[in-house]
């Protein structure tokens, strides 16, 4: 057994080195533009809370400003803090113009877990809006915090929040590609995969337990199956001969929309998400590509350029004829729809520049959200307010988020890295 | 031990995070060995008889891999016509010889539409290939659209080099 202390001491070294630097490589919010009508809300210090490396409430009130909804109020100098609706200074809190205050305790329990007690006040009306308590470890204590934010986001705007959601998305450090999946606020990231070849299109399932991309590792396009629950090997899914990429799942989770070039041409293909029972959906002479169901499984949306440029179609889920979505400009690619099924986000290039464009469905009517020049892979958040895209600043790629009435306006960046193919999961727990 | 242990460490996560910051710059573009412009020889080589793999050999047209397209195009310039009949020929009188043909985009656009856009021009690379005498079997077209440029800069001019059409044989990749 040589070295046995020299072996720990590396490990160590190299665990430490991973903690160290996955802290460096968090994704940082910026916000780029505010939002109108933002709700004044005052979110106090929950008495207790110094218990925790960082304060539920910093969390709280740094989720609620981004989502450019709310403007934070300064809660300095409050003493006694309040923790029970009776010891709330409702005069003072309005006309410190707060429409809403949160106040709550935290306590730490026999089991060394915590409990946090928190009430969202209505000012003018002097009620309480919601009072709840959260259980947690104490390494899940972000997460309780951004689910308060949840409650708070959706019982002041009536939908609901997504700040405890996750997103995935690939970093290309040099020659070294890494599939990660991070809180929605940038934080926590960790690494599903890492790769000498690239990696393009990760895709959520609907229940956000198994991630679907595509793979260059066999020197080809090839798709996978990850799931993020068990310790399992990635499993390709489609590995025919020629390529094989863009997988959209449906919204039951149960099939697979993807692109396979084995007849010849880039062809739609629908197959079970195990890769089983595959079934070709398009025939046009041209390409096809970039499928995406709609919410409610009915259609799938995609890219071809059957008409001479590459534009949006839409067909029945289970193939047959596809009606032509798009007919400004000669390259709309990139099909996303809202999770309420009303908007269409695609990508368009006018004058060389790649911009967001977003369709509302009943009027046709199209605004153009970003500026480009360089915009692309659009994700819906999963209750439809942002929609987050890659973009570039100078020759490093970022993500962005804009609002999806154009207003708010966030950059995403990691430090010294090349951030690409952003794809927002879905709700927890449903 | 304790102080050597602690060096030992503040050394890698020095190293570690040093590496990850560096990490930035491009990796150098995959450099191929191009045969000289006007090749000395036109006729491929008997691939048993001859010393040299005519594969590899720069005084060989075969050593030339490269098929460039224009812009959002994907069929095969006169210029290149001659290049893939020698291949064409070379995989009919080498049936058992497999090719992997490697379409490529160039930046701009959606990923996945490049996929499809490199597969087209992949295709049309093997098509004319069978024209030319080669069998379907021998030969996959497959995409890797703008992920793998062989110029990373943002213009025209690595643009160019980036549409391309890549044919790599058996054991080469």
């Given at each position: 057994?040589?070295?046995?202390s020299g072996q720990?001491?590396?490990?160590l070294?190299?665990?430490?080195?991973?903690?160290?630097?996955?802290?460096?490589?968090?994704?940082t919010?910026?916000?780029?533009?505010?939002?109108?009508n933002?709700?004044?809300i005052a979110?106090?210090?929950?008495?207790?809370e110094?218990?925790?490396?960082?304060?539920l409430?910093?969390?709280i009130?740094?989720d609620?400003?981004r989502?450019?909804r709310f403007?934070t109020?300064?809660v300095?100098?409050?003493d006694?803090?309040?923790?029970?609706?009776?010891?709330?200074?409702f005069?003072?809190?309005?006309s410190?113009?707060?429409?809403?205050v949160v106040i709550?305790?935290?306590q730490?329990?026999?089991d060394?877990?915590?409990e946090?007690r928190?009430?969202?006040?209505?000012?003018?009306?002097?009620t309480?809006?919601v009072?709840?308590?959260?259980?947690f470890a104490a390494?899940?204590?972000?997460?309780s915090?951004?689910?308060i934010?949840d409650?708070?986001?959706?019982k002041?705007?009536?939908?609901?929040?997504?700040f405890?959601?996750?997103?995935?998305?690939v970093v290309k450090?040099?020659?070294?590609?890494?599939?990660?999946?991070a809180?929605a606020d940038g934080q926590?990231?960790?690494?599903?995969?890492?790769?000498?070849?690239?990696?393009i299109s990760?895709?959520?399932s609907?229940?956000?337990?198994r991630l679907?991309?595509?793979?260059?590792q066999?020197?080809?396009?090839?798709i996978y199956?990850?799931?993020l629950?068990?310790?399992?090997?990635?499993?390709p899914?489609?590995?025919?001969r020629?390529?094989?990429?863009?997988?959209a799942w449906s919204?039951?989770?149960?099939?697979?929309?993807?692109?396979?070039?084995r007849d010849?041409?880039?062809?739609?293909?629908?197959?079970?998400?195990?890769?089983?029972?595959?079934r070709?959906?398009?025939?046009?002479?041209a390409?096809?590509?970039?499928?995406?169901?709609?919410?409610?499984?009915?259609?799938?949306?995609?890219?071809s350029?059957?008409?001479?440029?590459p534009?949006?179609?839409r067909?029945?889920?289970a193939?047959?004829?596809?009606?032509?979505m798009?007919?400004?400009g000669d390259?709309n690619?990139?099909p996303?729809i809202?999770?309420d099924?009303?908007?269409?986000?695609?990508?368009?290039?006018?004058?060389?520049?790649?911009?967001l464009i977003?369709?509302?469905?009943?009027?046709?009517?199209m605004?153009?959200?970003?500026?480009?020049?360089?915009?692309e892979?659009?994700?819906f958040?999963?209750?439809?307010?942002?929609?987050l895209?890659a973009?570039d600043v100078?020759d490093?790629?970022?993500l962005?988020?804009?609002?999806?009435?154009?207003?708010?306006?966030?950059r995403?960046?990691?430090?010294?890295?090349?951030v690409?193919?952003?794809s927002?999961?879905?709700?927890s727990?449903n | 031990?304790?102080k050597?242990?602690?060096a030992?460490?503040?050394?890698?996560?020095?190293?570690?995070?040093a590496?990850?910051?560096?990490a930035?710059?491009?990796?150098k573009?995959?450099?191929?060995?191009?045969a000289?412009?006007?090749?000395?020889?036109?006729?491929p080589?008997q691939?048993r008889?001859?010393?040299v793999?005519?594969l590899?050999?720069?005084?060989?047209v075969?050593?030339k891999?490269?098929?460039?397209f224009?812009f959002?195009?994907?069929?095969?310039?006169?210029?290149?016509?001659?290049?893939l009949?020698?291949?064409g020929?070379?995989l009919a009188?080498?049936r058992?010889a497999?090719?992997l043909?490697?379409?490529?985009?160039?930046?701009?656009?959606s990923?996945e539409y490049?996929?499809?856009l490199?597969?087209?021009?992949?295709?049309s690379?093997k098509r004319t290939?069978?024209?030319m005498?080669?069998?379907?079997a021998?030969i996959?077209p497959?995409s890797?659209?703008?992920e793998?440029?062989?110029?990373?800069?943002?213009?025209?001019?690595?643009?160019?080099?980036?549409?391309r059409?890549?044919?790599?044989?058996?054991?080469?990749y």
């Amino acid at each position: 057994m040589p070295n046995r202390s020299g072996q720990f001491a590396l490990l160590l070294a190299a665990a430490l080195m991973f903690v160290n630097c996955a802290a460096r490589a968090q994704l940082t919010i910026e916000i780029t533009g505010g939002g109108a009508n933002q709700t004044p809300i005052a979110v106090l210090p929950f008495a207790g809370e110094a218990a925790l490396p960082q304060a539920l409430t910093d969390v709280i009130e740094q989720d609620l400003a981004r989502s450019g909804r709310f403007r934070t109020l300064y809660v300095g100098g409050i003493d006694p803090l309040p923790s029970e609706m009776a010891q709330v200074n409702f005069a003072d809190w309005k006309s410190r113009t707060a429409d809403a205050v949160v106040i709550g305790s935290l306590q730490k329990l026999a089991d060394n877990r915590f409990e946090a007690r928190f009430r969202l006040l209505d000012v003018p009306k002097q009620t309480q809006i919601v009072g709840l308590s959260l259980t947690f470890a104490a390494k899940d204590a972000r997460l309780s915090a951004h689910k308060i934010a949840d409650i708070i986001y959706e019982k002041l705007t009536g939908e609901r929040g997504v700040f405890s959601t996750r997103v995935a998305y690939v970093v290309k450090q040099g020659a070294r590609y890494e599939l990660r999946i991070a809180d929605a606020d940038g934080q926590g990231a960790q690494s599903i995969l890492i790769s000498p070849e690239p990696i393009i299109s990760p895709a959520w399932s609907p229940d956000g337990t198994r991630l679907a991309y595509v793979s260059f590792q066999h020197k080809k396009p090839v798709i996978y199956v990850q799931s993020l629950t068990a310790s399992r090997q990635p499993a390709p899914v489609a590995n025919y001969r020629g390529s094989n990429s863009a997988p959209a799942w449906s919204p039951d989770g149960k099939q697979l929309a993807v692109v396979l070039s084995r007849d010849g041409g880039s062809q739609i293909f629908l197959m079970n998400a195990d890769g089983s029972n595959l079934r070709r959906l398009t025939y046009a002479d041209a390409i096809s590509t970039e499928p995406v169901f709609s919410p409610d499984g009915e259609f799938i949306y995609f890219t071809s350029d059957r008409g001479g440029s590459p534009q949006i179609y839409r067909m029945q889920a289970a193939g047959g004829d596809a009606v032509r979505m798009t007919f400004e400009g000669d390259y709309n690619v990139s099909p996303r729809i809202s999770p309420d099924g009303k908007m269409l986000a695609y990508i368009s290039r006018t004058e060389g520049r790649f911009r967001l464009i977003a369709m509302d469905l009943a009027s046709r009517q199209m605004q153009a959200l970003t500026d480009g020049p360089n915009d692309e892979s659009p994700s819906f958040a999963p209750n439809g307010r942002m929609i987050l895209y890659a973009s570039d600043v100078g020759d490093r790629g970022v993500l962005a988020a804009v609002s999806s009435d154009g207003r708010v306006k966030q950059r995403l960046t990691v430090q010294a890295a090349d951030v690409r193919e952003p794809s927002w999961g879905p709700f927890s727990g449903n | 031990m304790k102080k050597a242990l602690s060096a030992a460490l503040a050394v890698a996560l020095l190293y570690g995070c040093a590496s990850q910051q560096a990490a930035k710059e491009e990796p150098k573009a995959r450099v191929e060995e191009r045969a000289p412009s006007q090749p000395t020889t036109t006729q491929p080589a008997q691939p048993r008889a001859a010393q040299v793999n005519p594969l590899k050999d720069p005084n060989n047209v075969l050593s030339k891999r490269s098929v460039f397209f224009d812009f959002d195009k994907s069929d095969i310039k006169d210029e290149f016509r001659s290049l893939l009949q020698a291949h064409g020929k070379y995989l009919a009188e080498n049936r058992g010889a497999k090719m992997l043909v490697q379409g490529n985009c160039d930046e701009r656009g959606s990923r996945e539409y490049n996929v499809a856009l490199g597969q087209r021009r992949a295709e049309s690379v093997k098509r004319t290939l069978v024209l030319m005498g080669a069998t379907e079997a021998q030969i996959e077209p497959v995409s890797l659209g703008e992920e793998k440029p062989r110029c990373t800069g943002h213009d025209e001019q690595c643009w160019s080099q980036n549409r391309r059409g890549d044919m790599l044989y058996g054991g080469e990749y």
